[in-house]
Structure formats: C-alpha cells, structure tokens
C-alpha cells in the first residue's frame, strides 16, 4: 500500500470517515504519521471550543470575583477554587461517573456520557478557572489612573468596562492567557484516559499513539511523532496569540510593548 493511499483510507478515520479497521501488522512510518495527524482532529476540537467558551466564562467569574457584593464574589471564589484545587484527571473521572449516574435517571444526559460533549464541559470548566484567576489578577493590576480619566470623561457602567477595563485587563493578562492555552491543547491528550470511552476506535492523537507503541512495543517511534505535531500546534497558538497580543498593544510604543513568553506549566 502507498503512502498516499493510506493517507486517503486513514485521513479522516479519527471523524469516521475511510477505514474502520486499524492496521494490525506491519506497521509504516506512514501508517503512524496519518493515523496520530487525524487523531489530532479531536485535539483541536477540544482546545478551540473549550478555549472559546471558557474566555467567556472566565471573563464573567473574574468580575465576579472581584465585585464588592458577596453574592458574586463567593460563588467565583469558590469556583476558582475547585477547578484550580484538584486535578484534571479526576474532574474527568468524576464527571463521567456523575453524567452516567444522571444518565441512569434522566436519559437526556446520555450524550454527556461522550467524549465530544462530557469531556468537553470538563475542558471548558477547568481552563474557565485557571482564566478567570489570571484575568482577576489583570483587573487588579489596572492603573487606577485610566480608570479615573474614565470618570473623569463621563464614562461609567458598561461603556467604562467596555473601552477602558476590559481592554486593558486583556492587555495585561494577554501573555500569560497564553500559556493557558498552550496547557489547554496539551490537556485534551487526558480525554481518552480517563473515563470518557473513545467511540468505534475514534480516539484522539495519543488514543493512536499508545495504540502503536502497545503493537510495536516501541514508543519511540509514535510518541516522537505526537510531540512533533503538539510543537506544531504549539507553534500555530503561538503566532496566533501573537497576531492578538500586537493588536491589543499597537497603541504603545514599539520598545514598550509586551512580548508573549511561553512558560509551560510542568504540573498542574
């Protein structure tokens, strides 16, 4: 069989699309590379919706955390708490386990026992918490001056948080929202490790890693590959949050603008 014609059959079969079979001997360099690529389909899925929900989220629980009113401010607290406070994996772990108990009882939760929407709500969850810290701590950090000049023009309620806080608390947070990001997409790689059952084989880029190094018992060929394809996505985030974090800064001189700097986080 041809490279490119193992391309055509396993392109795709990480969405169900082509060959419903995984190979079973006779492993190819090519076989590895297209099979770990579709997986990273699913990566992609995850990190971009749980990345865009959980920006809002995160932007609601920082302002709630740092209203005056209690009844905003607690329940923020709280929940930056908990997701912050206690592992991914185990968000994933009881989560499954509390959709498939509600399942049981309410067969409207049924889709939430799947990986696409079930680990999703975890993703969208867990990286709304670690944002809304970073953003809280962005609002904190605002010169009291811009927000005073904002007064002074008239500005109040939601035109002042508009034009002046929020852009500025994005500026602030902008480099280390990044980081998250980064950490998010290399999240997704828990998804099929935990509770959440990979659906007909349709597993996500390690889900096809792990599968070779168990046929070959060589992990130094798959896992090698994934890392490439998570430095490329890591690259593309990269320039993307760059492309962002210009346009929130153009407005400063050139020697004064901050640059992103990406310091993965080894643990979480």
């Known amino acids: 069989m041809s490279c490119l014609q193992t391309i055509a059959d396993y392109g795709l079969r990480a969405i169900g699309i082509g060959e419903r079979l995984l190979p079973r001997d006779d492993f190819t360099l090519c076989q590895?590379?297209?099979?770990?690529?579709?997986?990273?389909?699913?990566?992609?899925?995850?990190?971009?919706?749980?990345?865009?929900?959980?920006?809002?989220?995160?932007?609601?629980?920082?302002v709630g955390k740092a209203s005056p009113r209690a009844a905003f401010r607690k329940p923020s607290e709280w929940f930056i708490f908990v997701f912050r406070g206690s592992p991914l994996f185990i968000q994933f772990f009881f989560a499954y386990f509390l959709f498939l108990n509600l399942k049981g009882v309410y067969p409207v939760f049924s889709p939430f026992t799947a990986a696409w929407l079930g680990a999703l709500i975890v993703l969208f969850l867990n990286t709304a918490a670690y944002s809304a810290e970073i953003?809280?701590?962005?609002?904190?950090?605002?010169?009291?001056?811009?927000?005073?000049?904002?007064?002074?023009?008239?500005?109040?309620?939601?035109?002042?948080?508009?034009?002046?806080v929020w852009p500025t608390m994005l500026r602030l947070a902008w480099p280390a929202y990044t980081n998250e990001a980064i950490f998010l997409f290399h999240a997704t790689t828990l998804v099929f490790f935990s509770g959440f059952p990979a659906w007909q084989q349709r597993g996500d880029a390690l889900y096809y890693a792990r599968y070779f190094a168990d046929k070959t018992f060589n992990p130094f060929?798959?896992?090698p590959i994934l890392a490439m394809y998570f430095i490329l996505l890591t690259l593309v985030i990269i320039g993307l949050f760059g492309l962002v974090n210009s346009r929130l800064n153009r407005h400063l001189p050139a020697n004064t603008r901050q640059r992103l700097k990406v310091r993965p986080n080894l643990i979480r």
Do not use: H
Request: with cysteine.
């Open 135 to 164: 953003f809280y701590g962005a609002l904190q950090s605002i010169p009291k001056g811009e927000v005073e000049a904002a007064d002074a023009y008239g500005l109040s309620g939601w035109s002042r948080f508009r034009r002046i």
């Open 32 to 62: 590895q590379f297209t099979l770990i690529g579709s997986g990273m389909v699913w990566n992609v899925y995850f990190g971009v919706l749980a990345l865009v929900f959980g920006f809002c989220l995160a932007t609601l629980v920082a």
């Open 221 to 223: 060929i798959p896992y």
